[in-house]
Every structure is written in C-alpha cells, then in structure tokens.
C-alpha cells in the first residue's frame, strides 16, 4: 500500500530550497570574483524517465545560479545521469566519466558528479568511490531532490559524498524546479518504481516500489504545461496501468487519462509504458473516444513464446496480448503500435525465438524496441545457468532487425500518398535542408516545407523508410 506519509514533506522541500539559496550565494561570490559565469552541464543514459530527472536536476542547478553550458568542456559542473538497465548502457557512463578525468586535470575547480540508477547500485557506487577519484559525489534515484544540500555540502566541505540508495523506495517530491529541454513537448511522470519484478529487469531494484503521486498534483502539472503553450505531453510511468494502486479506489489510469484529456486546450496527450497483463478494454475505450489521446501505444511483449514469457515472470500469453491488440486496432484506426523485443533470454531456444518471429509477422509493429538479453547483477535470470552464448544472441538479434525492418518498411509505405499532421522538431539531424516531426500517432516523419519548429502542419507522405516517413508539407 502507498502510505500518504510517502510524500516529502513541504517542509522538507523547504529546505532544498534554503539550500539552493545558499548554494546561490557561494556561486554568484565565486563568479564575481572570477568575472564570468558558472555553468553546469547534465549528461543524460537511459529511458524517458531519466530524461524528465535530468530536466529536474538542471531545473534546481538553475535554481542555484548556474547556467546552461554547452558542452562538458565548458562546464564548472559535471553531473551524469546515468541508466542500469543493460549493462552496455554503466559500461558507457562508466568510460564517459572516465573521460572527465582530464577536464578536472585542466581545471582541479571542475565539481563532477554522477546519479542515477547505475549508482542505486551498491556496488556501482563503491565502484566510483574508489576507481574515479576525481568524482566529487554520486548518489542514487531516490536522493534527487537533495541535490541542492549535496552541493552545498560538497562547495562548503570540499569532501567527496557517496550516498548508498538505502532508500530506493524513494519518496515523491513535488515542486521541484524544473527546466525542459523542448517548451513544445513534455513529460510528465504520473508515478514511480515498479512492482513487476520481471526475472530480467533491475528496475523494481534501482528505482523501488510502485508509487503514484496525486491525481491533483499530476492535473495542475498538466494544466501548468497547457497553459504554457506546451502541445505534446507524454504520461510517464515505469507501467502506467498501475496508477493509482493503494491511493485510490476506482481511479485508475484511465480515469486520470480521461481527466487530463478533458482539459482545454489544443494539446496531445500519450503514454508510457503499459504492461500487457495491466492494459485493460478500458483503456482503449477511453483512448478510442478522446480526441487530445494520441491513436499511439507501446506495449512491450518482449517474447513469442509463452514458455519464455512465463521465465520472464511477465504474466499474460501471446493469445492474451493479441485478443488486446485487436480490441485496440479495432477501435482505434490508425493506431500506431510500438514494442520492446528481447532476443537471448537464458534458456531461450531456437523454437522459442522463431515464436518471436511469427509474433512480430503476426502483430505487425510500427516499430520495436530491440534488446540482447543483458545479465543484470541480483535478477534471478542472471543466476540461471542456461545462458544463451553471446554469438547465438547476436545472430537472432540480426535475424530479428532483418524481418521488423521489413514489416516496418511495408507498414510506412501504406501511409505513401496520405497526409498527416505532424509537429515538427526543426531541422534534420540527417539532413539540414529537410524537416523532422512526428505524426499524431508518433511515427517518425522527414520532410520538405518550411513550418516553424514547434508548429502543427500538415505532410503528404511520398516516400517510405523502414524507420521513417519521407514527404512535403502540403499548403492550403
Ligand atoms: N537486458 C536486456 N534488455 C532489458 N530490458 C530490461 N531489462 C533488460 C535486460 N536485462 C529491456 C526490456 C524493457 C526495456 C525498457 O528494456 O525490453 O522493456
Ligand atoms: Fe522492468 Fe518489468 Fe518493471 Fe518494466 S515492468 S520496469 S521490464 S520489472
């Protein structure tokens, strides 16, 4: 049960908000004295949660005077928010941060510090104690909101600190500043943790238990963006079907969904991620009769093969998640469907992999998530001695990508000669001369046309891609 007490306490909050003051005041005295400003610099790893952490940590850097660097190297504040959830993802926050070693060479001034679920880790987080001497401080999910008395600290004491996430249950603390990277697209987190303990995932262990945050603290946060101008707000949660679990009775996330829906403005709401076994006829229905709801759902099968699904403590069948695909197809047309793929689960065989196969043959995805199975310290699938040889994940890994970049390619080029609304993200990271957007049901889109970034327009599609939409913005 979520217990009200959970919740930070205001008073609590105030006193970031002291420390932040004072860290302020060191600040501005050590820029005057330098004749320029202070800067900080967050480098985000990871999923979309930590992206909206990250808005937070820079929101209360901000808070504390320091301002926006545009590169490391041009930072007096390092701070890395870093992901566990495969274990590529610490090994490259890991060299990053080894990399900094020689900023703070150049500049023994330069603070670094490293959060996030890696260092939720006890272990990841003796291991930058002891093997990154330069890092001034490192804390885990659960300490975010103490950023500015850490920082305090660190400017008045000079010691290093190494908080172990003894916590990880975390609290939820509200009202935290926050500075977002888009004024046009947002997220916002409806709750925390997981309780899923899929035999995989290290999440429920780095981030803790399920926990929502009130209904009205979420609908003024909505209101707040709306009001601002923001178009496109994505609903966070690490399985977003679970909201409001032992806060409410009969108030779920399709109510809040519906709730926030309703309000006015001319905006976009979408969400993730939802669990199968928790995605309900429900939900769909009230995504099928709001228009602001984005015809868009992730929904991560991650295995074919129900033997596989069952190792993996996932808790729904193939049939069950195909009986739910088709209530949504049925009743939300054009709905884009997306998905997280594991390939090399231990104990998986080659019959079980080709299940995933027809799965992705059978259900057709906009577009997958692709993942090789990554053994995850204190998960029981890392104990199982039936792991899957790195040459054989590889392989099925490639043979999957092979047929999803087909059906993704079949799929986008049924949309050639149609036109869609889309906002666009400005220029082409590929291309300067073209435009990039996403489509109301979040598709990928690459065009031609001069819409402002940020604007609402509309593109006739005139040319396929297995991972994009190609085409030109149609006037009048
Ligand atoms: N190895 C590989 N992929 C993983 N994911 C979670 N844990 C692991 C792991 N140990 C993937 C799942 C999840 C996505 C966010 O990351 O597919 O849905
Ligand atoms: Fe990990 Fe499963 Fe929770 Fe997703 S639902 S965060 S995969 S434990």
Known sequence: MVDRTERISEENIQRQRDFADKVRTVISALASERGRLYKFRVVTYGCQQNEADSERLAGMLSSMGY???????????????????????????????????????????????????????????????????????????????KLPEILYTKLTNKKRMFLPDADADGNIAENIPVMRESSYRAWLSVMYGCNNFCTYCVVPHVRGRERSRYKEDIIAEAGKLIA????????????????????????????????????????????????????????????ARNEKIAPQLHLPLQSGS??????????????????????????????????????????????????????????????????????????????????????????????????????????NRGYVGKTVRVLCDGASKNDPDMLAGRTDGGKNICFKGSCPEGGYTYVKITDARPFVLMGEESVG
């Open 228 to 287: 601002d101008g923001v178009k496109d707000i994505t609903l966070l949660g690490q399985n977003v079907n679970s909201y409001g679990k032992g806060l409410y009775e009969g108030y779920g996330f399709p109510e809040l969904l519906e709730e926030i829906a309703s309000l006015d403005g001319d905006f976009t709401l979408r969400f993730m991620t939802s669990h199968p076994k928790d995605a309900t006829e429900r939900l769909i229905d009230v995504m």
């Open 67 to 145: 301002e926006k660097a545009q590169s490391e190297a041009d930072a007096d504040l390092i701070l890395v928010n870093t992901c566990a959830v495969r274990e590529h993802a610490e090994i490259r926050a890991l060299s990053v941060t080894g990399q900094y070693k020689h900023l703070k060479e150049r500049d023994p001034e330069l603070i670094i510090g490293v959060c996030g679920c890696m260092v939720s880790q006890e272990h990841r987080l003796d291991d930058i104690k002891h093997r990154y001497p330069y890092v001034d401080f490192a804390f885990g999910t659960s300490y975010l909101w």
């Open 306 to 411: 129900d033997r596989v699904l069952e190792m993996m403590n996932r808790r729904y069948t193939l049939d069950s998640y195909i009986r739910l695909v088709d209530y949504a197809r049925e009743k939300i047309p054009g709905l884009t469907l997306t998905s997280d793929i594991m390939v090399g689960f231990p104990g998986e065989t080659e019959e079980d992999f080709e299940d995933t196969l027809s799965a992705l043959s059978r259900i057709k995805y906009d577009m997958v998530f692709s993942f090789i199975y990554s053994r995850r310290r204190n998960t029981p699938a890392a104990e199982r001695p039936d792991q899957i040889p790195e040459d054989v994940k590889g392989e099925r890994f490639r043979r999957m990508l092979a047929l999803q970049s087909d059906i993704g390619l079949e799929i």
